[in-house]
């Protein structure tokens, strides 16, 4: 095979005709060619109409956010000299086109509410290129549908009407089984271990007295209500349940999350034909929160509030903790915000998912006007920060914990070639306290490494995993 190249040629001038809505200068930003750059036409149409693809900015989306869906473009070589060219964009941007119909197909279990309420595409809007991938991205990530079918070809359709200047849009939907039963045991070690699990994750408090509903349980409305019990016998125990409302009285994002849990760890052993279980760690907890999605700075923020409550009882439990026995309470608060623009839940391909959380104790000893002497006996001092927390036990010093705890994660996801995706991903975390003479808590600390006993609720250290 023999190749001719022939020269290289750049771009001259690049002129717009029929743009009236947005200016020349506008129009260039977003090209982003200068003149003298080497001449690429693959480059100019990507810029100009982006090839479809979701989430790129172009000339053409830049009108379709705008409502001009049947706006079209025609770059035209007006002039080549030497080894420069012309190119004159020409415009027809057409009137704007009105959202009518919004159709909503394959929700046989789930309330055509739950899914109308996550759409930004709304009749009477204009149509926004914009708003719709984002509809899209909302489905894709309810976890009541297939993901990858209303991503994929076949799982919407834009249907315009050039007459009226309007347009139908189709979202076709596939359910997915959401709810889960867990059944699982096991022997090794001369261990048994047992878990019982069942999670709604459809679950509808609506339709609670309905009777028609109970097939085996009420569903349609997006709520999520599960419940959990492990167990291997005498070394560890847990019952867990949690609720979420993910649009709490039905008109506004703002979730609503409960839960209460109960967690036993021993270190149990029999001698002489004689169980004890002089060591052991149990946890009592309860949660609630509330979740709003904000619009500022975009609305893929939530800013997140959370009340919670632990009980820690220790007896002879030498790990992990600075102190091995007693009894200490944990009443936090914790306010955080997050941004989550992945395009789903279960394997995103693009986009990010940003944290920043604070959680806040009470910081008692600030306001604590009572010490211990070597003997045990209480005493009044006049200020909090001369208390002498040496001749304290365990059980007086943490009966009452406080700390402030920071924390940030980040994760970034960039699709490389087809479902090769790069996840880059970083998390900070920092344990504070109140008082020097005080010191650290000693739960809410960060262990590095591992995955945290996969499969077991522990509690009293955030496990980083690796």
Known sequence: ??????????????????????????????????????YDQVSMNHRLSGGGKQNEYDVSKLYRDNGYLFFQLNPVETNIQNDSVDVEIRISEGKQATLNNIIINGNDLTNEKVVRRQLFTRPGYLFSQSDFERSVREIASMGQFDPEAIMGEGGYSIVPNQMNNTVDIIYNVTEKPSSQLELSGGWGGNTFVATVGVSF???????????????PVPLGDAQNLSFRFQTNGTYYTSLSASFTEPWLFGKKPTSLNLSLYYTRQTNSYIYLNVLNNNEFMEVYGAAAGLGSRLKWPDNYFVLYHQLSWQTYRLQNWNYNFIFNTGLSHNFSYTISLQRNSTDQQIYPRQGSDFSLSLTLTPPYSLFRHYSYDENGKKFYVKNPKDINYDNWTSDQRYRWIEYHKWSFKGSVFTKLVGDLVLMARAQIGYLGYYNRNWGYSPFEGFLVGGDGMSGYNTYGSEIISL
Request: charged share 25%; aromatic share 18%.
């Open 1 to 38: 095979l023999t190749f001719e190249e022939g020269n290289k040629y750049y771009f001259r001038d690049v002129t717009w005709t029929g743009n009236s809505v947005y200016s020349t200068d506008q129009l260039n930003s977003i090209l982003a060619i200068e003149k003298g750059d080497v």
């Open 201 to 215: 994750n459809n679950f509808s408090t609506h339709r609670f007295f309905e009777k028609d509903a109970w097939r």
